[in-house]
């Protein structure tokens, strides 16, 4: 019965050892599953970012050779200026590298296949400049394609969306406004006086949309620096911030409405702003990219310590089944000796117990006296009494 029991009590013992397992081992796995899917997601938005960041920084040329170009029509160059040419270019190779995963490639090819165009437009300085609005319009639709594609902007980070929100949005309408602003002030100024009510009312608006814009974007970099962990955003973003608003005020004051726009101060400003630009949006994408690269290091470290922690918790996992097996096998061979000294000792070959002397079940039981002899009157009864006689 002994060898029963404690055999019963081993294999309860060990099974319940797996049962604990398993209970340990699946919530492990199910959240380390969980963190791991959790972390791809978030590093896989992270690259997507970093793709469109990729492609703004040579989408940003892109406004301001639009802009030159259309001062240059409007001044009766048909030909396209070299800037546009290579701004061109230069999108046109990032979206082959990029456009399939921003979803970019369709909406490029028109705007691509319409810049081609403008070299052809003519007729009146009216016409030439609804074509190239058209144009610019869709350059700006553009970068609304790449900051929605690529979720940037819907990051929960702050100081990412605000610096989304200026280059996507605030940067090129600013620029694009102070072009068209700049070009009505020489269409009024030339218009004859039918014609001017009209353009003057299109001037006012533009001036209108300068300033809103120029406001949005020193509120939302000023958003920005006050809620990041950059320390070179700051610095970085007021001199060239400085610049850029230099060259729209610069702007606002050649083209005033009522009078005589000055010319060389908006070529002077014209050419300022775009050199703005360039240098603030170049220092506004690095911040970006930095952020982001900032943010990827820190997943990849994440999913480094996942990896480690699974590692380290299936060793231990391993290293107590082995532990639990050791014990149910002592547990079963101590079960085993137990029962041997019970019954299989006793019958083994040369552990026989000493036979009896006929007066007891042990050797050692007192001799009966001579009348107590249970086999007395016996033969062997017999015997003795001869022997003694």
Request: hydrophobic letters at 40%; proline letters at 3%.
């Amino acid at each position: 019965m002994s060898v029963s029991v404690k055999s019963r009590r081993s294999r309860f013992g060990s099974a319940l050892a797996v049962v604990l397992t398993v209970l340990v081992v699946l919530p492990t796995a199910v959240l380390f599953l969980r963190v791991l899917n959790e972390n791809t997601t978030q590093r896989d938005d992270t690259e997507l970012k970093q793709k469109g960041i990729e492609y703004l920084a040579e989408l940003a040329p892109l406004i301001s050779a639009l802009a030159e170009s259309q001062s240059s029509a409007l001044q009766g160059v048909t030909a396209e200026p070299a800037s546009l040419t290579a701004a061109v270019a230069r999108v046109q190779g990032v979206d082959e590298n990029l456009g399939d995963d921003l979803d970019t490639s369709s909406r490029w090819a028109g705007l691509k296949e319409k810049i081609g165009r403008l070299p052809g437009i003519s007729g009146t300085a009216e016409q030439v400049y609804e074509a190239h609005i058209e144009v610019s319009d869709l350059a700006l639709e553009l970068y609304s394609e790449i900051r929605e594609n690529s979720r940037l902007n819907q990051d929960q980070q702050s100081d990412i969306w605000y610096l989304q929100e200026t280059v996507t949005v605030n940067m090129p309408e600013a620029v694009t406004h102070v072009s068209r602003m700049a070009d009505l002030a020489n269409m009024v100024a030339a218009a004859k006086e039918r014609q001017r009510a009209a353009l003057a009312v299109l001037f006012g608006a533009e001036i209108k949309a300068v300033e809103e814009s120029v406001a949005e974007l020193t509120d939302n970099l000023q958003a920005a620096a006050e809620d990041t962990e950059s320390s070179t955003l700051a610095s970085n973003t007021v001199n060239n911030l400085d610049q850029f608003r230099q060259g729209v005020e610069n702007a606002n004051r050649g083209a005033h409405l009522g009078s005589t726009p000055d010319v060389s101060v908006l070529v002077t400003a014209q050419s300022s702003l775009t050199n703005a630009l360039k240098a603030l949006s170049t220092v506004l994408l690095k911040e970006m990219s930095t952020l982001l690269e900032d943010r990827l290091d820190d997943l990849n470290y994440r999913r480094a310590e996942a990896w480690v922690m699974l590692s380290v918790s299936i060793v231990l996992l391993i290293g107590a089944a082995f532990v639990a097996r050791g014990r149910a096998a002592r547990t079963g061979l101590d079960s085993g000796m137990s029962g041997r000294d019970v019954s299989v000792l006793s019958d083994a070959p040369g552990n026989s117990a000493p036979a009896s002397n006929g007066y007891g079940n042990s050797p050692y039981d007192p001799v009966p006296a001579y009348g107590d002899n249970p086999n007395y009157g016996s033969g062997a009864g017999r015997e003795r009494s001869g022997a003694l006689r």
